[in-house]
Structures are given as C-alpha cells and as structure tokens.
C-alpha cells in the first residue's frame, strides 16, 4: 500500500524567510497530492493541491512542487507570517482506491516575528 | 465546499461505556470517511462510510469496536465501542467534493477515556 514520508517533523524560521516542507510517495499510481493546514484546536483546512499531470501550482505565498519520477513533492510558503505556524500534512490519493487519502506525518512550522 | 458539523464536539467518558459520534453535511456527498487523530499524531483513515451498505474498513480497524452508519447522503455517525484510555483522540469525518478527489474535514470530535 502507498506509503507517505515527510520531512522534517518541525521547522522554525523567521518572519519574512521561506519554509520548505518535503514529502515522499511510495505508489507510483498515487495522483493527488493535497496539503492541509491545521491549527492548534481546529480541523485540518486544505490550503493547496496538486495533480499528476501538473509540475508546479502557485497560490500567492504558497506553492507545491511535483516530481513524479522521484516521488516527491514539496510545500513552499514564502514570505512567512506567524500566523503561517501551524501543523502541515501532506497526502498522497490513489485515484482507483476509492478516495483513500494516506496522510504523512506532519510538519510543525513555527514562524517567529 | 460543503459545510459539516459533529456532535459532539467533545466528550470525557468512562472506559467500558461506548459513544456516538455524529456527522451533518449541509449538500448530499457520495464519499464520506471516518478518521482517528491520535495526540500528537497524524491522521489515520478508519473507514469509508457507504450509504446503503456496511462501511469499508481499513486494516487495524473492525466493525464491532468502530460500527458505523450511513442512513443518507448528508449523515453518517461511528460508534466507539466499549472503550478503554487507548480510544482517547479526536475523531473525524471528511467528505469529499464530489468528483473532485478533495477532500473536506469536520471540525472534530475530542474523545477523552478515564
């Protein structure tokens, strides 16, 4: 079954910097890859996502990256604001699996001003 | 995206007692799904609730300790059955935007077993 890495399990950085968030698959057929945002008390938010058949996808200060022969794709928030701290999950979906998401660890940023 | 409530939104209960949790959607959905977050943890698929037949469990997770309902298009409950201090986490339901693959959380419900 797919399997989903992520990296690294907390990350702190300075208002103004960028942060970077990895994730690795192990599926190769997995061809949705959401992230989801989640505050300290709250439910996970979907912030972005990204498809197979797409190599980068952009939403104002934030991105997604995909590398489809590596098996990896990678959150980018640039110009970080503390409200930006929060846990990050990436997922990976196997499209025939009936919308089985399979969540990777978490990453807790932390954004100091 | 759809809006989704559940009740309760927490509960303190004694190990051996079993409680059900509720999930309202305000649109009919066709995929909604169950999942466990331990303290701490990440987020773990119990089940896909099914409307009109028995729920599609993942492995680790059995229908006598976690039954489950799915009446209708916009609701759905699990059951944490006969629990004991290891039950202790948030559980969640999702649903998913129909035919999208995306996927919509609830706001939780934060289970506590003395």
């Known amino acids: 079954g797919e399997n989903v890495e992520q990296h690294p399990s907390t990350l702190s950085v300075q208002e103004g910097d960028s942060a970077v968030i990895k994730c690795t698959y192990s599926?190769?057929?997995?061809?949705?890859f959401p992230w989801y945002k989640q505050e300290l008390g709250k439910r996970p938010q979907l912030i972005i996502d990204?498809?197979?058949?797409?190599g980068e996808k952009k939403d104002q200060r934030i991105a997604v990256t995909l590398n489809k022969t590596a098996k990896h794709f990678s959150l980018h928030i640039t110009e970080t604001q503390p409200e930006d701290s929060a846990v990050y999950f990436c997922a990976a979906l196997r499209y025939n699996q009936g919308g089985k998401l399979i969540f990777g660890q978490g990453t807790e940023l932390s954004v100091k001003p | 995206s759809a809006v989704i409530s559940q009740k309760p939104s927490r509960d303190i209960c004694q190990r051996g007692t079993s409680l059900t949790i509720q999930c309202q959607v305000d649109?009919?959905?066709?995929?909604m799904f169950w999942y466990r977050q331990q303290p701490g943890q990440s987020l773990t698929l119990i089940a896909t609730?099914?409307?009109?037949?028995?729920?599609?469990?993942e492995s680790g997770f059995v229908i006598d300790k976690f039954p489950i309902s799915r009446p209708n298009l916009t609701f759905s409950t699990l059951t944490v059955s006969n629990m004991s201090p290891e039950d202790s986490s948030i559980y969640l339901c999702?649903?998913?935007?129909?035919?999208?693959?995306?996927?919509?959380f609830g706001p939780g419900t934060r289970l506590t077993v003395l």
């Open positions: 609730a099914n409307q009109g037949s028995e729920a599609t469990y």
């Open positions: 599926d190769s057929a997995s061809n949705y």
């Open positions: 649109s009919q959905v066709t995929m």
């Open positions: 990204i498809r197979s058949n797409v």
């Open positions: 999702s649903v998913e935007q129909t035919g999208t693959d995306t996927q919509y």
